[in-house]
């Protein structure tokens, strides 16, 4: 078999749960997994350009209007190539779909998407659990089982400080609840704030579960940090921090001291419109669909106010899941989710691009940027 020792672990692991969907239909209840999931697990599995996906055929097999509402149904086979070493491993899969919409135009668009989908989830489910195979055993034995979700019980209630040791346990949620946000009114600055909101999400998540009672708890402590953020950022605006910051942006101050190369450095934010150009060209990383948008990812460095990250951390994303990640307050997560190391990606991308380039350090502006703490409910800097 061609395929790495890695690759064959990953395709006979069980099928995580999580990502386990069901619907009815004619009375019975059917397992699934999404198309986003199989093509993120594709990525994972396979490599970023390991596999290639092809439409075979499409064909609308029924259509109709009535009442104002168009409805169309289509089947669709697609192939998917694997290359593993030397070797391509070729596999097909057929779908359907059927859809309804306000025009014709949207009901076929969405019928042959959903059916390319369908095909696409089929042909990958031959290589294995990660894909839904395990979903088409009854018993569903090639599913991993959930793990139970501890409850948080009595002296549980443990607020963790920003180097994550125990700083105090409470016995009750009023007491843990009174206690974070002391801590966050003291924090000293907006990294230390967002560093200690990060490092109790867990046990906020906890608190969110068990709070039926009193559901807007986790809100208004989101409140609270928004709050405590804005006032950390008024009080950089006094004299001596304006100061600093002219001295930052002054050209010949820059020339001057670079602060990258300090004990204590600021991250260089490189800007190079030709990479960004060079990653929407390439396909979505989660649906392989084009064009695309140069995503900054958003965690790659440290926070700055109104100041994205270095252009060497992008990645392709759809319009739909570029919008979709801006929409979620848990970018880490949300890339952990789908099983993506976008730096990984991002660092390749970037590889590439200043390959192609003739004469890179013409074309990229490495002057390092000030990065100014940012004031938002999320902690996390617009990309």
Known sequence: MAFTDTQMRLLKAKLDPRYVRTRNSNGNTLSYVEGWHAIAEANRIFGYEAWDRRTVSASCVWSEAKAGTYRAAYTAKVRITVRAGEVKVVREGSGSCEAAAATAGQAHELALKGAETDATKRALA??????????????????????????????????????????????????????????MTEAKDIELLYDLWERNIETLRALHRSSKGEPVIVPKLVAHLRSCAIGLVKQANTPQALEEANVANDPVARRIIDKSALAISEPKRIRCKEHLRYVASQPCVICGRSPSHAHHVRYAQRRGLGIKVSDEFTVPLCATHHQQ???TTKEREWWQDRKIDPLMIASTLWRESQSRSPDPTQAVDKEPIVSLPQASSTGSSTA
């Open 126 to 183: 031959t290589f294995g659990n990660p894909f839904g195979l395990a979903l088409y055993d009854r018993e569903q034995n090639g599913v991993r089982q959930q793990r139970r979700v501890p409850e948080m019980h009595a002296g549980l209630w443990v607020l963790r400080s920003v180097a994550g040791s125990s700083v105090s346990t409470h016995d009750t949620q009023t007491a843990f609840v009174a206690a974070l946000r002391r801590e």
């Open 325 to 327: 990640l801006h929409d």
